[in-house]
């Protein structure tokens, strides 16, 4: 396992006061390494504490160490002494903003949508596909660059659903298609959100976007990087059909994904392989020693009604996800359960796992000069 | 269109007090040609007006028709002078005394399970098979009766999927496989059914032998009848593989799914055909007359994010489907979102439509002597 | 009781899009009386069909009559062949809006506040205060109007508490004090509203204003008319202090409020003569004919855990409101338990009762020249 | 502040598979002296291992100490060598067993309702009254034990109550009167508890003996002892009537009641003094050093919408209580919202920390032989 960082490393957080944001500020708050130092907001927050910029959602308290910081605007030159910028804005804004911090020379790690289709942004799920990190120094190189970069997190349902194809594609060879039908948590609509008329008794069969975003941001995440390490193949060899249903259904926190998928291999792995598949699967991020990545990658129940969002969504903190019901689909090979936490590993754990792999691997470096 | 029967036709109902039991009464409270003539239930509450005996949990007060009758017990004797009798007794009692019933030469239209898989008894979800009533001069003959039988009608989920399915194999040919999602409401586990802690802010992404019962009711409903017009062929010729993954959600009522097929066909339908072919299907109890039978069978939805549980199940007093969301599957051919009323066309709405249907088609006599 | 119109009045819509704009369209479009004539909304929506400019959040379908009506703005010359014109406009336009439509002539039942404690403007729960209507005169006089005039009717929470209040000082004189505590249902508070993250697995113990709109509106509508006819006393010569605690729950209709009362009378009365006068109640709305009117004012329970929002909100239409668990106080006199549905009598039903009063007592001119 | 015990005590849950005793045993797994030693349930589980024995259905896993424990019957030689018995045992056999364990010499602290009301039982919240202790020796003598005794903890809706009105009392003197109004969460209904049919999108108006409970409890809790040591007063000198109306609304935990109350004292404090007072509230349990009692017994929130279930109930693991809208009332003197952890400080937190309490104090005997 690598060496900790010695000293706190400046990270700020971009969209504090949003849900993500806040999420991050807990996350950061008891960090072993990352030291809170700046927050950006709007200007209509800017220059308030933040404890009066921020309508707080979540169930602990606003952190001491956040609590009193005063809010900036998110201008790169506000965050110039932070080593790590955790992004959390809105998509609407994320785009200019981020790509002025990279420009800026500040590395950015962004949960927004808007840079991972960008052929030289990783879009990276950090217990899978770390090793798209090679591809910074291109990025870097690209727009002249010593440090900047900008690294995304995928979208929370495609999270969940790529861990588990991770395992089977590590164990078993090429996934040919897999159908998923997902059933996500409101919390995942940020705030405000889903409006409570629209989703008490109720299933809303549609999320704007999120369908397209699972099928493609399979494709590049479990795709490869070219050989001369300057783009992605996004499963370009061996393609990887995905047709996802998504829905909207009344619960708090954490996605429920029904999976079934087809490998390439004939015959397929039987269900007890597939378990001890899940089981066995480990990632980069945990032989490196993040702090936040989950002990268990994937935990595999063994009851017949599990993993359930309300008793499975906090296990291991979110960072991890877990995986049921594993059994044969009569029409593709086999069928299983997925549940993710979407505010955790579905978002900003994501992010920092990232950024903690990047530190322990020197993408970003480390111990500055205090 | 037939002509109704101009007597009322006295019926029954078992197991009065159960959650399906009561949905019988509210609708037969009304019907144009049922009268409600028996109400039969356990030991416990025979003896006592239904009033008394019955835990009302319907919206509407307990109908007028019903409020003072005298429980019964289930045995046939009591209910002799019924044409018909409903069955929403519980599996556990349902077997013997539907068994005791059709001995005693009653016709008894049953919503559960017991019989369903019965080489000789049909399993009728009235807007695609009623045709399969063919087969009951066969049954009675096994079992020496002039008039008596039994019919079932499918599981709630089954009968969401198998009206489009049935549409879509009478437009364009046989499918070839299906898989399917169900995010089903709590109203179909019956009363006291699940607990509230098991379900508020979560999903159990498990229903005990649900998944079973869609595979095969599936085949049984789209099979024909053997030459012999003695058996059902459960779809021996043409196979249809059906994949369910079956969910509890937190909904009171109205079962979601969501679908995709694959059509042996080559090429498959478009998009467009496939909604006109959904929108065109009619079935026979249409044609003759059936007074519960929806005007629509399957109500298509424009909007890009309907149906919906909430909005949607009460349509057509929720005796048709409502379809959404046609598109192309990636990795089948098409897939769709089905929302059907799980205590309607799911439950006693199915029953009685099929009742109606064997009234109109004189399998049960319409006219009897006062 | 009084003639129904021989003709139909038309009747316009301000706030169409809205949620009781929408539940006005769907209460208006079978009324016996009332047509449909003009809808407004805001310039957004002007100049569409209704159809393409509302999101529709009703169970049933949007009315055949308001379908293809052409939206207009909100200005008093395009509902100048109105003989009614109903407001569910939001709070932030009504006054404005309202004032200009008096100042055209025309005559405003209104649901929004603005305009409760004009001194000139009856404050009206249908079931309770329509001899309040006397002071039109007054305030036509003071506007110049011939025809004009607005009338208001009382917040939502207000109304389910002050109908079985009035019957109880009908039959036993003052009340001295009252404390309320409410359970309030989601849609009222419109659309967006609640978002569902704050209220899924709650109770927001805070409604802004809504505490002091129930402490005063009751002091208004209980109140009388001053002889000279030309104010209100607004509970000036017998006070009735009410003490109330507002809570958002997670319910989707319908406001349940636990009340207890003491009276001015020593002794007071019994619970079985309480039980008694609630039954026995009627209102001046019932013995005009009033279409919308309940049959029964308050609906007495006798079951223990009765009534209920789910099972109760929608008897008799939720015109009427529902008591239940009367008991005694050991604070005060007697408590028990109010359900009204906040959307049905607890708004567009009670300016639509408001107006039919008007129509069938002469304030509103019913047989127009057509 | 007291020495804490060196060597672990041993501990006893009776219904250790039931939602108590499922509290109790998280709890007690990180106990910082108690050491589960027999877990006791039905026959039916008797025999098993305890994870094959329970349906667990708490967020976090089954702890290792009791993975593995065998189950026992609820029989008093099988917890002969426990210091202290928990009971989380249901109303229906907790009398018969626990009176069987205290004639067994052992000591009891129960979270059932039986003996609450024994005069000398005492019935203790033990951020209220743990000075009602003192009774055990006259307890004891009347059942000629040296060490057993059966000490009760309160109703959940109850505790909850207790607390803030027994921080007034002890500020400003005695209260009067006091209404409470209850939102009561489905947790408190115990295992499978309240059906989801009945309480989704609902409030049940009602909750069997509860009312009475609080009513009754308070006088108990608040009373002192008489000078003989040898009963309780419940309130005979100084009576504070209690109003209760308690609802369920579906909230998985935490309770919510909304108080007004008056005081004896004319003229009443005012709202800052009431606040402060809240605020400085402290009790013997955490004088004397109770691992398990909160920091702050009631924590006073600004926020105007809080406290709320959702976000409050984990505040010091749900061992405090949280105040909020301390407001006047128009009828009594003043009214607040309370939001208490029905399943913490409502139930097995009590009881912990009230035999935490015994053990520093030497009721129990802390240090045995080992």
Redesign the interface.
């Known amino acids: 396992m690598t060496r900790l960082p010695q000293n706190p490393i400046k990270v700020g957080v971009l969209g504090a006061t949003g849900t993500v944001g806040q999420r991050f500020i807990l996350l950061l708050s008891t960090h072993p390494f990352f030291k809170l130092h700046v927050l950006g907001a709007s200007s209509r927050s800017a220059g308030l504490a933040y404890s009066k910029a921020v309508r707080w959602?979540?169930?602990?308290?606003i952190p001491e160490c956040a609590r009193d910081l005063i809010v900036k605007t998110c201008i790169a030159q506000e965050f110039a002494e932070c080593s790590i910028v955790f992004s959390g804005l809105d998509a609407d804004v994320a785009g200019d903003i981020e790509a002025e911090f990279r420009a800026a020379d500040l590395a950015v790690f962004s949960n927004s949508k808007n840079f991972r289709r960008d052929p030289v942004v990783p879009l990276i799920v950090p217990l899978v596909n770390t090793s798209h990190l090679s591809i910074i120094p291109h990025q870097r190189s690209l727009n002249s660059l010593q440090k900047g970069f900008i690294v995304t997190n995928a979208n929370c349902s495609t999270t969940g659903l790529v861990i588990p194809l991770a395992a089977l594609e590590k164990a078993f060879g090429p996934i040919d298609?897999?159908?998923v039908?997902t059933?996500q948590a409101?919390?995942g609509a940020g705030?405000?959100?889903?409006?409570?008329?629209?989703?008490?008794?109720?299933?809303?069969?549609?999320i704007g976007g999120e369908e397209e975003k699972m099928?493609w941001e399979v494709a590049k995440i479990l795709g490869g990087i070219a050989e001369d390490g300057q783009s992605f193949d996004c499963r370009a060899t061996s393609p990887l059909?995905?047709?996802a249903?998504c829905?909207r259904?009344?619960?708090?926190e954490g996605h429920?994904e029904?999976v079934?998928v087809r490998f390439a291999r004939r015959p397929p792995p039987s269900v007890e392989q597939i378990q001890q598949a899940m089981r066995d699967f480990t990632c980069e991020a945990q032989e490196v020693g993040c702090p936040s990545a989950p002990k268990e990658v994937i935990f595999v129940h063994e009851e017949?009604?599990?993993?359930?969002?309300?008793?499975d969504r906090?296990?291991q903190k979110g960072a991890g996800v877990n995986v049921?019901?594993i059994r044969p689909?009569?029409?593709?090979d086999v069928?299983f359960?997925v549940l993710s936490n979407n505010v955790a590993i579905g978002a900003a754990t994501s992010s920092i796992i990232n950024a903690e792999y990047a530190v322990l691997t020197g993408v970003v470096a480390s111990d500055p000069v205090a």
């Open positions: 959602k979540q169930v602990s308290p298609t897999c159908l039908t059933m409101i919390s705030y405000p959100g889903v409006p409570s008329f629209d989703i008490f008794d109720n299933v809303v069969p549609h099928e059909l995905v047709s249903s829905n259904v009344p619960v708090l429920t029904c079934s017949v009604d599990r993993p359930q969002p309300r008793l906090d296990f049921g019901r689909c009569p029409v593709l069928k359960v």
